[in-house]
């Protein structure tokens, strides 16, 4: 029996020699800023106390600044993860229908699947590249309890205008139906609407520090509700005693310099891009469906070379040491057409791909499936 091929595995095995392109992470916040804090709370032997359970105070306030929603409380989890596990556990129940999209970010859905609700899919690998307003409309029924608006999302890149998020807010306004606004890429976009401002009421909103200050590796993230949502929420808090405590130095530490280093961040993800646009184009059958990403990622679609994504994907991984993702843990129905790639990376990383893809594409078209 041919045993499947443990992207995960080999990538850790080879990790300070692999291009990390494979889960949005970012690699381009500076290290400094992280080590300094992460040292200091060492230092204090910080670790050997609970953390206050409630969260880093001044974590929270800057939280709260940054998202620049007063009315709203703040919790802090170990990253958005947690938050969406907890939500969906808090706020689902059996038979509760929740509008999603495919693709999307699908551990979402197992979450609210676990709660014994469903999702209600639209097909969105087709422009515009993202769920409308009148589409939700039309897809309300009695047993409808919740929207997940991803903003930008993942995998696409695609980004929500501000009437549009407008409209989708009205609509769970309207119909008393809660809005899961998951904006864990919202540093990356162009311009960014929080569904909360014209939903405060009904909407969750998920935040993470993993893809903006990249610091996926320390698991932190966390969400906003209106009062009596967040206590309804709360309640389902998995984690008692508090979230990690070197990682809540660390968040703060960042979140005090993001605002100063973000604009180079977002410069060198727009220039990578490009870049990466530039060598997908040069390959026959490769084209970019979403461009420019408003996120930190965007798909490649492959179906015109009738690769199977999970190749490319072991093919550039294990000779050329550049990780990205097939499609099919990110859409059930389309996940065979495309593979995805992020690009908050270094110049040499974006390089090692621009080389790798072409000659990857090349060994495998007309390859035995
Ligand atoms: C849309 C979306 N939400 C949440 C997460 C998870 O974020 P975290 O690392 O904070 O748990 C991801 C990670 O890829 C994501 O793409």
Known sequence: ?????????????????????????????PKPVVRKAVQAA?????YEEYPFASGLAELKS??????????????????????????????LSPGDEVISSDPTYLIIHKFIELSGATTVNHEIYAAPWRLTADRINNSITPKTRMILLIDPLNPLGSGYPESEVKAIAEIAHDKKLLLLNDVTYRDFADKHTLAATYAPEETVTVWSLSKNCGLAGLRIGGLFAAPDLFSKIWKYNTNDLGVNVLSQWAALAAMKVKKDVFPRIKSRTRANQRRIKKVVESVPGCSLPVYPSQGNMFVIDISQTGIDPQKLQQELLENHNVFLRGGNYLSPKFGNRFIRISFSNSTSDVERFSTAFPAAVQKLRGAPA
Not at 42 to 46: D, P
Not at 64 to 83: C, N, R
Request: proline residues 2%.
């Open 42 to 46: 060492m230092k204090e032997a910080r």
């Open 1 to 29: 029996m041919q045993q499947t091929f443990d992207v995960f595995g080999y990538a850790h095995g080879h990790f300070s020699e692999v291009a990390w392109m494979g889960q949005n992470t970012n690699h381009l916040f």
């Open 62 to 91: 800057a939280m709260l600044e940054d998202f620049a929603l007063p009315q709203a409380k703040v919790g802090i989890t170990s990253g958005g993860t947690e938050a969406l596990y907890m939500l969906t556990r808090a706020l």
